[in-house]
């Protein structure tokens, strides 16, 4: 074997070596964070139910679905002054989904939070949907205008942390403010018959995960939630 040969050999190994420790580091098992508490185990969907159309399961450590339009929600009870962090990528380099937020009810099936709650959108590009920016990754779902649109395409990693103060509700998507949105701002009128009813929500709500369907598929690697500071 020549010299070049050996350093070629060398460096492919290295390159193996480096896609193993990246997909190991993917699938590692979470490390405890001060304050925050994991609401997925990264191992299976206890703690947590679908209703409506479609099914979830896990596959090395993130949540997937098939089919939809769906809603897994978190069963251990309403949120409130807490910040929900989720990390999440799109199957595609753009997909559909969201986190919905201010659940009135524990849902029984999957049109009442669309209408009731709030929508935290997932989707780069709503054009494609023949929506506007009203509807992209970061916003309450056709009610608030974007600050920023940093949402990164699949299969790159995203990080969106959703904030519940009060009535007062943050969206930080990549380290940006998308959304700050008080109850009782004004919104724009309804442009379709699937968007949310317009009007106040509750505090404290159930939280979900949608599951848009098979042409839509996003993964969640973690879902977090952590207390605000008592003021």
């Known amino acids: ?8 050999g060398f460096s492919l190994g290295l390159m193996l070596l480096g896609a193993t420790v990246v997909s190991a580091q993917e699938n590692a098992p979470k490390l405890p964070e001060e304050g925050w508490k994991q609401l997925f185990n990264g191992k299976d969907l206890t703690g947590w139910k679908e209703v409506g159309k479609g099914t979830r399961y896990v596959k090395d450590g993130t949540i997937r679905s098939h089919g939809g339009m769906g809603l897994l929600y978190w069963t251990g009870g309403k949120l409130s002054n807490c910040t929900i962090r989720v990390v999440y990528r799109m199957e595609k380099s753009n997909s559909n989904s969201g986190v919905f937020i201010r659940i009135p009810l524990e849902p029984r099936e999957e049109w009442m939070p669309v209408f009731y709650g709030y929508e935290v959108q997932i989707d ?12 992209v990754t970061g916003t309450l779902y056709s009610l608030t205008k974007p600050l920023a649109k940093p949402g990164k395409p699949g299969p790159e990693w995203n990080v969106m942390e ?3 103060d009060g009535p007062r509700t943050i969206v930080v998507v990549n380290g940006q403010k998308v959304t700050d949105y008080k109850e009782g701002d004004p919104t ?13 929500r509750p505090l404290a709500g159930y939280i979900g995960l949608q599951n848009h369907g098979d042409d839509d598929i996003v993964y969640f690697k973690e879902v977090a939630v952590k207390p605000l500071a008592k003021k």
């Open 1 to 8: 074997m020549t010299p070049k040969s050996i350093l070629k």
């Open 124 to 135: 780069n590009h709503p054009e494609t949907s023949k929506e506007d920016e009203y509807h």
């Open 162 to 164: 959703i904030t519940l």
């Open 188 to 200: 724009p009128a309804r442009k379709f018959d699937f968007e949310p009813y317009r009007g106040l």
